[in-house]
């Protein structure tokens, strides 16, 4: 099993570029999320699913939007990138709530 | 508003030492509080979970104190090594509404020198 993988690993965009950052997961978990960590901050949630089809806001939802067609799949995008979502994201997936959370390795983005 | 309060930021440990990081939340309807650990260049992984039907878990060197009147938890690494250097943060997540989310703590940055 791969466990939950993220592409790409690295990213540089300028500002007001769009990009897609796909999650995928092979546990066949009903939970997804997305999540940013910047430095001193922790780890804060954007956006999270509890199945197929449906998503719903985080702590940092604003510029960033998520779809959830497939189960094994979770899509995160930036419309028009700016440079204060330069940070490393990260992708978790959990069976149901309040199970434990596998993270995938991350994406660095800069936005310039 | 921070749902849940890590300290401290930054700790240095000696080999064979106890490294504690103390946590702290507000909200009584969380039930569940799971510890990530998170290695440089790497995701967090989970690392002990506790409910509070319980006041401690331990594992191997690692152990939760829970304090459900005080809405304080802790984390306690028993004879600290240079290979448990890492950033840990603790979490919290409750039923109802909220459940299936993660509240983090902003992190402590754990550096156990040889």
């Known amino acids: 099993n791969a466990g939950v993988t993220q592409t790409p690993k690295f990213r540089v965009l300028k500002t007001g570029q769009s990009m897609t950052l796909l999650c995928a997961q092979d546990?066949?978990?009903?939970?997804m999320y997305w999540y940013r960590q910047d430095p001193g901050m922790g780890l804060r949630l954007i956006h999270y699913?509890?199945?197929?089809?449906?998503?719903a806001k985080g702590e940092v939802p604003d510029g960033y939007n998520v779809s959830r067609l497939k189960k094994q799949n979770f899509l995160l995008g930036l419309e028009s990138a700016a440079p204060s979502q330069t940070s490393v994201y990260f992708c978790?997936?959990?069976?149901?709530?309040?199970?434990?959370?596998?993270f995938g390795p991350g994406t660095r983005l800069t936005v310039t | 508003q921070q749902q849940v309060k890590q300290s401290p930021q930054s700790l240095i440990v000696q080999k064979g030492g106890i490294s504690i990081i103390n946590c702290a939340y507000e909200?009584?309807?969380?039930?569940?509080f799971p510890w990530y650990q998170q290695f440089p260049g790497k995701g967090p992984a989970l690392l002990i979970a506790?409910?509070?039907?319980?006041s401690e878990k331990k594992e191997g060197r690692f152990t939760i104190s829970f304090n459900k009147s005080a809405k304080q938890f802790s984390l306690h690494i028993m004879d600290s090594q240079p290979g448990d250097s890492a950033t840990y943060f603790c979490?919290?997540?409750?039923?109802?509404?909220?459940?299936?989310?993660?509240?983090f703590g902003r992190g402590t940055q754990l550096t156990v020198w040889p």
């Open positions: 909200n009584t309807a969380f039930d569940y």
């Open positions: 506790i409910r509070p039907d319980v």
């Open positions: 699913s509890v199945g197929e089809g449906t998503t």
């Open positions: 546990m066949n978990h009903e939970y």
């Open positions: 979490a919290a997540s409750g039923r109802g509404s909220t459940l299936g989310r993660l509240y």
């Open positions: 978790a997936s959990s069976y149901r709530g309040q199970y434990e959370q596998y």
